[in-house]
């Protein structure tokens, strides 16, 4: 059975991806990597579809989802679309910006992604790290209500999960744990 695992990375970042280099290094050949890059111009149902496409096969395979911040929407969604096609995905989010309203930077968020966010009021079936402290995204309510079966992973970190390496052992027990 192949094994793929599809990163998308946050605001202003790209398919150099810190956190996604680490997943590739850590977890090695376990995977058939891709990744979704996007930018602020981005039409990201269309990069979901292409997505979609990567990861559809005939064959049995383990799909494993990683999105960090805004990119975790991104993934949330694409998630979402595959459930609708009957296939089963792992997902991690990172940091995850699940709801517009919970943003608390003051840097202007770009206007052109704001329509293509979904609002998530309550995530399930994911493994989510954050930090309560994060200084973009109030991540508060994720720890304050119950959701389901959510693995949720309270770090004492920055928005941009600075430790992400020391991570990545809880990344791969949960997957281990969802095959």
């Given at each position: 059975m192949s094994r793929k695992l599809l990163y998308i990375h946050g605001l202003g970042s790209d398919r150099n991806s810190r956190k996604f280099i680490n997943l590739k290094e850590y977890f090695k050949e376990q995977f058939e990597y891709n990744f979704m890059e996007w930018n602020n111009g981005s039409n990201i149902s269309l990069l979901l579809e292409e997505a979609e496409k990567w990861l559809h096969s005939e064959t049995k395979e383990e799909i494993v989802l990683v999105g960090d911040s805004t990119g975790a929407n991104f993934a949330y969604q694409l998630r979402e679309r595959l459930k609708e096609k009957k296939m089963k995905s792992i997902l991690i989010l990172t940091s995850p910006l699940l709801d517009i309203e919970n943003r608390i930077a003051d840097f202007e968020f770009p206007k052109s992604l704001i329509p293509q966010l979904g609002k998530i009021e309550n995530p399930e079936d994911a493994l989510i790290i954050a930090s309560q402290k994060d200084e973009v995204l109030n991540q508060k309510p994720l720890f304050e209500k119950p959701l389901k079966n959510i693995e949720l992973v309270d770090?004492?970190?920055?928005?941009?999960?600075?430790?992400?390496?020391?991570?990545?052992?809880?990344?791969?027990d949960y997957i281990q744990s969802q095959l």
């Open positions: 770090v004492e970190d920055s928005h941009r999960l600075l430790k992400f390496e020391s991570y990545l052992p809880n990344v791969e």
